[in-house]
């Protein structure tokens, strides 16, 4: 299955900032990508070497609509992946200025 929007944004947190001194970057990506087409798509995109793709699924959170306690929503499902780059090799808009 290919595609052509793999990598749907970065996901820029504290807790994925701290893996990039490791190499390692996350992404949201789409929820039929496989291990090898976000590979390809962040060589594409970024100009770099993968090596290692770990992906997860992340259940939807249940959401209390506005001034009703009782009505709830659920939101959709997603899929993560962390991105193990070659050593040396960064991307650019993960870059923490101190």
Known sequence: MRLTTTIIRPLLTEKTTNL??????????????SKGAIAEQ?????????IDVRTQIMPGKHKRMLGDKKKQTKLPKWKKAIVTLKKGQ???????KE
Do not use: C, R, W, Y
């Open 20 to 33: 990039v001194p490791s190499g390692k970057f996350t992404f949201m990506v789409h929820l039929k990508a």
């Open 42 to 50: 962040i060589e594409k995109t970024f100009s770099v070497d993968v």
């Open 90 to 96: 960064k991307i650019s808009m993960f870059e923490v």
